[in-house]
């Protein structure tokens, strides 16, 4: 083909061709100019294709004081198997190896920086995880310190605890035998703030009375739940002695220790220890404090996974009444150990995503936050991320049919609806998609009756239907007025009053008092949120107060049946964190409290009346954490406290 008179030729078969060619050099050892010395084998290979395919080996090439002469590279910690298998991904970008080999491989990824393949062999490895590995998959995962392997291993076993520890790799584990006797007509608190008191209280063993994890774990302790809700130590009950029995055939527990020599001790260096039991200790993770996975096994017996002081224990505790009333001077007796005294609730970063997403879609549904699509450096996504507040754990569920970004979810009828966006490539989008719960799959809707191009757009559910607004043609060349609604019955579309302007991008629409407003965004950074009643086929667009602060693709959410927000965003320049709220009743925006971190593109939800913001772009990196906003103390924050019940 020879357009406007220039020849255009593409040979389909040159690159295949050529890199065929390449990796018959590398095994010839022609033209070779790196040498990797591998535990004691020697590799040839070509500095220019490691480069490329490894950021390590690029940084080391490129500092190279002669990068004309011959480079020698030197590994003592990787599998000489394993880098072969990266020489050949690098050539061929076929990724071929033995199962037993997986782990290998990916350190010696992690090593090469080679994320894709590190990946790619996580994905692998949970593809190929049961009840019977998922131990000793998560502690090469802690190892590797690779917080989306591990927050897909922790769901696999909280999912899976009782199965799980039936295994021998569980039953091999240290574990922490508890029993708590309950002060008369006082019940245990639920599972998780169970648990979370339970950690606190062996922090403060560990902190304040400078016993090691090796010292609980070596006998059976014994506690006291009492009826302020404090979990106290047992051996500071004035002069008891207890002998506790049980018809559970799993419990028998015989207690009497002497008082702690010292209780005031500080922890000393050594306090903190390490377990010998095979796969315990997880150096990444030192002096990290984690549930993983819990289950309540019967009445008053309870199964635990977790993480303490590093240290990877199951925890096993069994509550019954005290034989005999609590003596009337316990509080006096137990207030050093109380949790009223202890040290501050400890804070605990809110966990990340598994991807960074900027031009994500977010959504609420059934009382967690869904994160789907959107884009990275790399590629645009479809998976789609779960997270639940009460775990502060994200898991994946069923990936989108379609990768997209610039878009936004509605849920309508509990299912999430997904509509137009972008592909990250040339194409824009006009397909949608339906996520249903139950089944845990995505089905196709109807097509927009518009192509709609370049342009966040933005979706909301209001009067039983899902509504879109503005965009541009195919062409990405005009505005366009078109606002159509889906009815999610019938699975059909039809249309509504136009906008008064062309909007080439709407930032977000969102549903408040009954009307829609959508939030404008262009080139010029226009700043009047305007409400549309759709109620009626007649136009009627009421233009309502500036923003004080102009932005760009801002994320405005309803908090409350009277607050609505605009969150972050981008004023031409940069990524901000301010954040405002509006107010129908006075038709003004005020300033609230500031993210922590700035954001644009960001997704936000409000989830058990909490606002998320989640993702995004901050003007140098995309972005996989997030945070929330406590209208409380009108404050944003990144952590979560585990220890404030």
Not at 247 to 272: G, L, T
């Amino acid at each position: 083909m020879i357009p406007n008179g220039c020849l255009s030729f593409e040979d389909e078969n040159f690159i295949e061709s050529s890199v065929a060619k390449l990796n018959a050099l590398r095994k010839s050892g022609q033209f070779c100019d790196v040498r990797l010395q591998v535990c004691g084998h020697e590799m040839l290979a070509h500095r220019a294709v490691l480069a490329c395919c490894s950021p390590y080996l690029f940084e080391m090439f490129n500092s190279d004081s002669d990068p004309h002469g011959i480079s020698h590279v030197k590994f003592d910690d990787l599998n000489p198997k394993a880098v072969e298998v990266l020489l050949h991904y690098a050539y061929t970008a076929q990724l071929k190896a033995d199962k037993e080999l997986v782990k290998d491989v990916y350190s010696a990824a992690k090593k090469l920086k080679m994320d894709r393949v590190k990946q790619v062999c996580g994905d692998y490895l949970l593809s190929k995880m049961g009840t019977e590995s998922c131990i000793s998959y998560r502690n090469f995962a802690s190892h590797m310190g690779d917080s989306r392997l591990l927050g897909n291993i922790d769901a696999y076993i909280q999912h899976h605890l009782l199965d799980v520890s039936e295994e021998e790799e569980f039953l091999k584990l240290p574990r922490l035998k508890l029993e708590v006797i309950l002060e008369e007509n006082v019940c245990l608190p639920s599972n998780g703030k169970l648990y979370t008191k339970v950690i606190n209280w062996v922090q403060c063993s560990i902190w304040e009375n400078g016993e090691t994890l090796e010292d609980l774990i070596a006998e059976v302790q014994t506690l006291y739940y009492s009826a302020d809700h404090k979990l106290l130590d047992g051996n500071l009950l004035d002069g008891q002695a207890e002998v506790f029995g049980s018809d559970d055939d799993h419990i028998q527990f015989v207690q009497k220790k002497p008082p702690r020599e010292n209780p005031h001790k500080q922890m000393s260096s050594s306090s903190s220890g390490s377990l010998s039991s095979p796969g315990a200790t997880v150096p990444s993770s030192k002096h990290e404090w984690k549930i993983i996975a819990s289950k309540k096994t019967s009445s008053n017996t309870y199964l635990c996974l977790a993480v303490l002081d590093g240290v990877l224990c199951v925890i096993f505790l069994h509550g019954r009444n005290s034989p005999q009333s609590s003596p009337s001077s316990t509080p006096c007796l137990l207030k050093s150990m109380s949790f009223e005294t202890q040290p501050d609730p400890i804070e605990k970063l809110l966990s990340p995503m598994h991807y960074a997403r900027s031009g994500l879609g977010t959504a609420e549904l059934n009382g967690k936050l869904i994160a789907a699509g959107g884009y990275n450096r790399e590629e645009c996504l479809r998976t789609v991320e779960c997270y639940d507040p009460w775990e502060d754990c994200w898991t994946f569920i069923a990936p989108m049919r379609t990768p997209r970004a610039r878009f936004q979810m509605a849920v309508l009828m509990d299912k999430l609806y997904v509509m137009g966006g972008s592909n990250g490539h040339s194409d824009e989008l006009s397909c949608g998609e339906s996520y249903d719960p139950h089944t845990d799959d995505w089905t196709q809707v109807p097509e927009l009756r518009t192509n709609r191009c370049n342009a966040v757009i933005g979706v909301c559910s209001l009067n039983g239907k899902l509504y879109i607004v503005g965009g541009s043609d195919p062409f990405g060349q005009k505005g366009l007025k078109n606002c159509d609604a889906f009815d999610p019955v019938m699975k059909s579309w039809t249309s509504c009053a136009p906008l008064n302007i062309r909007k080439v991008q709407l930032s977000r629409i969102c549903e408040f008092y009954k009307y829609i407003y959508f939030f404008k965004k262009a080139a010029n950074i226009l700043n009047s949120p305007k409400r549309s009643n759709k109620k009626k086929k007649k136009k009627i667009i009421l233009i309502v107060s500036d923003l004080p602060d102009v932005r760009n693709a801002s994320g405005p959410r309803c908090l409350a049946s009277d607050e609505l927000f605009a969150i972050g965003g981008f004023d031409g320049s940069h990524a901000l964190s301010c954040v405002e709220m509006y107010d129908p009743s006075t038709n003004e925006w005020k300033m609230m409290g500031n993210m922590t971190s700035s954001r644009t593109n960001a997704g936000v939800a409000v989830v058990q009346n909490l606002i998320y913001a989640v993702g995004g772009f901050d003007g140098n990196e995309f972005l996989n954490t997030m945070e929330v906003y406590k209208p409380e103390t009108n404050e944003w924050t990144p952590y979560m406290r585990i220890f404030n019940f």
